[in-house]
């Protein structure tokens, strides 16, 4: 049976949150000069991983046995939160203290990554406050979070956010539920912050259903956008290109080896452009990733320690 609940989520969202540092004062941290990686042809091939429990320098271990490209082209810092001040009744993104220290020691834990070439984005996730990027009260309120995440991608020279609109809890501290606008001026701010950078969306909950308003639809402003079961297909309903689309999602460990394989080969014969996995940790999954690498690119991936 398909897994239609993420145990992903649950973890970050109520691991204890520190008010993220958004008076960012000059100093900035760059992305680092990316060496080309060894050519690869066939999908993006993008992986979550729970910093809660697992090192972002996870996802530089895998080669490709045949041409050694890297075999995960996105990794997805998971999760910074959207959290809700009731003070000022505003939203603001806050980092747990695993979060915190990845950001923080961007240099050792983000850049080898990067150096690679392979591209860093932070996802932002709900967190039981009723905070959410479906309902933002005005356009005002929208830009105003929009700027904290392209803040924060600046400042920790990160490639990009992943919208994950989960755990909100809409309604919780007086909060408002969602509405047609709020997302729509979410996306359009940030996109017009960050012009060059990863917006992708992990298509579920209110926000998912809400990219059009008021004459604008903000689909063609993602650059991905991906099924959010693991174990199954299904295509997001946005109107993005296939190149940009993966229906597959699998659980690295969790989905089995030949669901994984299915899944890769139906994203190569149906033309998608885009694979999804989700958790990977220090164990050497190499059988796990070569199932679907075999279909996605025609090698078997090789562990380095």
Known sequence: MFTLVRSRARTAALALSAVAALAFGTTTMTSATAAPAPAKR?????VYVEVNNNSMLNVGKYALANGGGNVFDVAVIFAANINYDTGTKAAYLSFNENVQRVLDNAATEIRPLQQKGIKVVLSVLGNHQGAGFANFPSQQAASAFAKQLSDTVTKFGLDGID???EYAEYGNNGTGQPNDSSFVHLVTALRANMPDKIIS??????????????????????????????????????????????????EIGRT????????????????????LTYNLDGADRTADVSAFTRELYGSDAVYTP
Request: charged share 15%; net charge neutral; glycine share 12%.
């Open 42 to 46: 066939g999908p993006t091939s993008v």
């Open 163 to 165: 919208f994950d609109d």
């Open 201 to 250: 969306l992990y298509n579920i909950g209110p926000a998912a259903s809400r990219l059009s308003y008021g004459g604008v639809d903000v689909s063609s402003k993602f650059d991905y956008a991906w099924n959010p079961y693991y174990g199954s297909w299904q295509v997001p309903g946005i109107a993005l290109p296939k190149s940009k689309l993966s229906p597959a999602a699998v």
């Open 256 to 275: 089995s080896q030949s669901t994984a394989g299915d899944l890769a080969r139906r994203t190569v014969s149906e033309g998608y452009g885009v694979y």
